[in-house]
């Protein structure tokens, strides 16, 4: 094992947002590449996980402050595109949620849950023969590991071992109160302000500062970080040197229109008919007219999505006689789902509200959409766009973070989708106005269509950006002796 990605998601196991498909492909592509990498997340009580069968490699106890924790580390019998390991802690996190109860609600436990994982994990790795070369962290939930490898006496063996801290999600500091603080391995006290930000234990700051390299999924968002982080910006700031922004790749495997299992139509010769086939199929389904553009909403409803403008500009687009269909697909802030079904009742016909998380009906979106739109407030790097592209789904999206950076307007030769700056009524009303015009300019939107759906988008290139990150910091095979 030569790098050994933690993180509490990977496609298909478990997977709550873009962090899971990520986890679940840029692996693959790395060992593609020739790096042997690995996975390592927490064993959920999902149906995935328990139809597979697990070999027990390590078997140990946590002692988080009073409490004795068992756990275990099990690898897949039969490995996928990279050997992957689960960290079984009876109690923490033999539940189906990833991070909510069946309420909804995030777990109170987060905080114990997130410290005994990475615990479990480093544990574990000091007792390997071979090292890993880089532990690359993802998101805040593996920010202590940094900060545990150089700091904790009890994995000094593992304290010159590299780590890589990647940002994800900035909006999520995973912060708790420094009364838990006796729940981390011993450390010195001195150095307990590394663990700090704002009086709290914040374990994405702690990453920031700990981690040997610090990577941001498209470098739109390190700039945009540097501005506005939650507090933290003038910590990205100082942190700079040692930060990269990598643009995040899509699986062209399992993101194929051609191969793609879950599509009825699957892309044969022509992209024109794959469109209207899909398209047809959708329509139907949802009972929307196939005459219109069809415009698809596909995510968190959150206000970090921009979720909150769908309602309203859509509203204001059809109240004031504009001609479109809408499909909005997702689940999240509970408001948000009354005032967009009671939009979808309003708009019967045109409008098609699906509230709930649905791997297949988003990829039969993809293909049977004119449009995608993506009015985020904050978009670290965003997949949507760049699987609506090769699915021939043309982007609609506000210009920032990492839709900035894989997006160009169509005011330019290039052109791949819409961009709009400000998050107002104006201006996301204005784009879905450009979006309809460009529809009804059929030539143009065909060849953008097409053109679109070459771009490429495939993890080969970051893998390289990754591994060329990693040969900074460690040695690897080519440069042993
Ligand atoms: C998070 C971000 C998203 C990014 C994904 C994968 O979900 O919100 O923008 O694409 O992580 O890195």
Redesign the pocket.
């Known amino acids: 094992m030569q790098v050994l990605h933690v993180s509490t998601e990977c496609y298909p196991i478990a997977k709550s947002?873009?962090?899971g498909?990520?986890v679940g492909a840029l692996p693959k592509y790395l060992n593609k590449a020739g790096i042997d990498s690995s996975v390592i997340l927490p064993k959920y009580d999902n149906k995935w996980i328990s139809k597979q069968i697990w070999i027990t490699c390590f078997k140990g106890v946590i002692q988080l402050d009073t409490d004795l924790i068992a756990f275990k580390i099990q690898q897949l019998k039969t490995p996928l595109a990279f050997p992957l390991y689960v960290v079984d802690i009876p109690g923490k996190y033999d539940r189906p949620g990833i991070y909510l109860d069946h309420n909804g609600m995030g777990y109170e436990d987060a905080a114990q849950r997130a410290i005994c994982f990475q615990r479990a994990i480093l544990q574990w790795l000091i007792t390997l023969e071979k090292l890993p070369k880089v532990i690359h962290c993802h998101?805040h939930h593996t920010g202590l590991i940094p900060f545990m490898l150089q700091h904790c006496p009890e994995f000094s063996v593992l304290k010159k071992v590299p780590s890589v801290f990647?940002i994800?999600?900035g909006?999520y500091p995973g912060s708790f109160d420094w009364e838990l603080v006796n729940l981390l391995p011993l450390f010195d006290g001195r150095v307990g302000g590394l663990l700090d930000w704002d009086q709290q234990i914040n374990p994405l700051a702690t990453g920031i500062k700990c981690c040997w390299k610090l990577t941001t999924?498209?470098p739109g968002?390190l700039e945009e970080l540097q501005i506005y982080t939650k507090g933290l910006s003038h910590l990205l700031q100082q942190e700079m040197p040692k930060s990269h922004g990598i643009l995040?790749g899509i699986d062209t495997q399992v993101w194929n229109p051609a191969t793609d299992t879950y599509l009825a139509h699957p892309l044969k010769k022509s992209a024109r008919v794959f469109k209207a086939t899909n398209k047809k199929w959708l329509c139907t389904h949802f009972n929307v007219p196939p005459t219109l553009p069809l415009i698809t909403f596909i995510g968190r409803l959150a206000r970090?999505k921009g979720a909150d403008f769908l309602a309203p500009t859509i509203e204001h687009y059809l109240s004031s006689g504009g001609k479109a269909a809408f499909i909005v697909l997702g689940t999240g802030d509970p408001t948000l789902h009354k005032i967009l079904s009671d939009l979808g009742e309003k708009y019967k016909g045109i409008i098609a509200i699906a509230l709930e998380y649905n791997e297949q009906l988003a990829h039969q979106l993809y293909a049977g959409s004119d449009f995608i739109w993506m009015p985020?407030r904050?978009?670290?790097?965003?997949?949507n766009q760049l699987y609506a592209m090769r699915y021939g789904t043309i982007p609609i999206v506000r210009a920032i973070?990492?839709l900035k950076d894989t997006v160009v307007d169509i005011s330019n030769p290039n052109g791949s989708g819409i961009q709009f700056n400000q998050l107002s009524l104006a201006d996301t009303t204005q784009a879905i106005q450009r979006a309809v015009s460009l529809y009804n300019n059929k030539e143009a939107f065909a060849f953008i269509r097409e053109a679109i759906m070459d771009l490429n988008f495939s993890w080969e290139k970051s893998a390289e950006d990754y591994f060329s990150l990693y040969k900074k910091i460690a040695r690897f095979q080519e440069f042993d002796d």
């Open positions: 947002g873009g962090l498909d990520v998101d990647t994800h999600n909006e999924v498209s968002y995040n970090e985020s904050v978009e670290p790097c965003g997949l973070g990492g």
